[in-house]
């Protein structure tokens, strides 16, 4: 799907590292008019802001409201070593991308919100917990353990043989500082739909990151937004899953839809798979999840 470019490229500093962003300002907003609501877009696990990441940030802005893309570290044009996924890193860089929407002029610093998906969904519950500052949240299809994300969609043998794997490639780099590198399908386990979209979409971009550390493996099974999302409430969350998710199994959702607070919702999106929940892989559905989201945020934000 091609776009007109409605965004300004700007750079914010995460880490110590500069972070490569799009900026959407609202068409029909002035200076002088009253401020507005800001969203911060959370991207996946492979995802970055221009490869399958414009749908949402290019309808929120046609809506009227400012926002933020950006490329994790080390991911898109981002600085940063590649092949590097720290949860805890990427929640540095959205809470400085909170940060940084709430200098921009027109946005009402006030009114921020998250829409995350997949692992930026887990994000959108992590970082929800601890950062006030947002005041609505939308996750969808997101993971809310990893360790018992990465369990649930392998067979027990199978499960056994990457936790030694992990286990090995753990002590390996603290005791000679060398990282093991694995294809990031041995990570991220990929069902025949995830596989068709990784191969026509993510491994397409020149900056597609096809090799990650093992050390990628091991924090993921240590970041489990599920626990604190009860500190949320009496903030909004709206949960989104995709009835045949085969990627990120619905039980991710669903437990940690229990273990929030109200105010929440959770929406099904009926007879689809992970990826679409997003427009470039089935509009239709994807449809559902625009209209309940924007839905929550004029309720809300």
Not at 55 to 82: A, I, K, M, N, T
Not at 125 to 135: M, S
Not at 157 to 175: G, M, P, S, T, Y
């Amino acid at each position: 799907m091609a776009y007109d470019k409605v965004w300004d490229e700007i750079e914010f500093f995460s880490n110590d590292l500069k972070t490569a962003a799009y900026l959407y300002k609202p068409k029909d907003w002035n200076p002088g008019d009253p401020p507005r609501p800001g969203i911060t877009v959370l991207h996946g696990y492979t995802g970055m802001k221009d490869v399958y990441g414009m749908d949402v940030p290019q309808w929120l802005w046609e809506e009227g409201y400012f926002v933020l893309s950006f490329d994790y570290p080390g991911f898109g044009v981002s600085e940063g070593e590649r092949g590097r996924h720290r949860p805890l890193d990427q929640a540095q860089s959205v809470y400085d991308a909170v940060t940084y929407l709430q200098t921009v002029d027109g946005v009402d610093p006030s009114r921020i919100a998250y829409y995350g998906s997949s692992y930026g969904g887990a994000h959108a519950i992590w970082c929800g917990a601890f950062d006030e500052r947002v005041k609505v949240i939308v996750s969808a299809v997101m993971v809310s353990n990893g360790e018992r994300w990465m369990k649930s969609v392998r067979r027990p043998h199978e499960w056994q043989d990457f936790k030694e794997k992990v286990d090995e490639a753990e002590r390996k780099r603290v005791l000679t500082g060398e990282k093991t590198m694995v294809p990031l399908v041995e990570i991220m386990l990929t069902d025949p739909h995830t596989q068709m979209v990784v191969e026509q979409f993510h491994a397409k971009s020149g900056r597609f990151n096809p090799e990650y550390d093992l050390e990628s493996a091991a924090a993921n099974i240590r970041y489990k937004p599920e626990w604190v999302a009860h500190r949320i409430s009496p903030r909004p969350v709206l949960m989104i899953y995709a009835e045949f998710d085969n990627l990120v199994p619905i039980e991710e959702q669903i437990s940690c839809y229990e273990a929030l607070g109200e105010p929440k919702k959770l929406v099904k999106l009926p007879d689809a798979q992970h990826y679409e929940s997003y427009q470039f892989c089935n509009a239709e559905i994807h449809e559902i999840q625009k209209v309940e989201t924007l839905e929550w945020y004029r309720k809300y934000l």
